[in-house]
């Protein structure tokens, strides 16, 4: 009887889907691009989309917020982008690029996140702002659904440090005193 609960329990936790990312410390972000939307452009005050891929992350120390298009995945690490905009880091070294999977909206508020996201770059014009419109990046670092993630990645794109969910202030701490190692 014990041996058939022990099976019965294999049997869920192999079939369960596995939400663990696929970043690694140490390593490369594994190459993601976006065609549908991409990133968010403000050209002679007038905003456009363009094209957007891993390959154009490096020659900065970053901090990406991958986010699920919900409130509630953009307000799991906002303490975390409000203290990085305070810090006033040097542009030339460091920039923060947001990824908005538009895919893991809430039914019928796609709309809502496309002006959401054209709003924060305007706001925050000096960012990196991206709109994925399939979730392409998500798929690809399997990324959790319904959530954020923090990726701090050195200028040659080198993962520094990756957390999905919020952050602790001990976590949040932690981030900012890798980028400040890495910027200077």
């Known amino acids: 009887m014990k041996l058939k609960a022990i099976f019965a329990s294999a049997a869920l936790f192999l079939a369960a889907p596995s939400f663990a990312h696929n ?7 594994p190459a993601a691009s ?6 968010i452009v ?6 456009r989309y363009q094209s957007w891929s891993t390959s154009q ?3 900065k120390v970053r901090v990406i ?3 699920a298009g919900r409130s509630a995945a953009k307000e799991m690490n906002e303490p975390l982008m409000t ?3 305070a810090a006033e880091l040097p542009a030339s070294r460091y920039q923060t690029t947001t990824i908005i999977n538009q895919n893991d909206a809430i039914w019928g508020t796609g709309g809502f996140v496309q002006s959401s996201a054209e709003e924060s770059k305007q706001e925050f014009h000096w960012s990196s702002m991206v709109l994925d419109a399939e979730g392409k990046v998500a798929a690809t670092w399997d990324l959790k659904p ?3 993630a923090i990726i701090v990645i050195d200028q040659n794109g080198k993962v520094l440090y990756v957390k999905e969910g919020a952050l602790s202030n001990a976590e949040m701490n932690n981030v900012l005193a890798l980028i400040q190692q890495n910027i200077f």
């Open 34 to 39: 976006v065609a549908n939307k991409g990133e």
């Open 146 to 148: 319904e959530s954020s």
């Open 57 to 59: 992350l490096n020659g």
């Open 42 to 47: 403000i050209n002679n005050g007038a905003l």
């Open 83 to 85: 203290a990085i905009t």
């Open 65 to 67: 917020h991958a986010i």
């Open 23 to 29: 970043l690694v410390v140490g390593q490369s972000l």
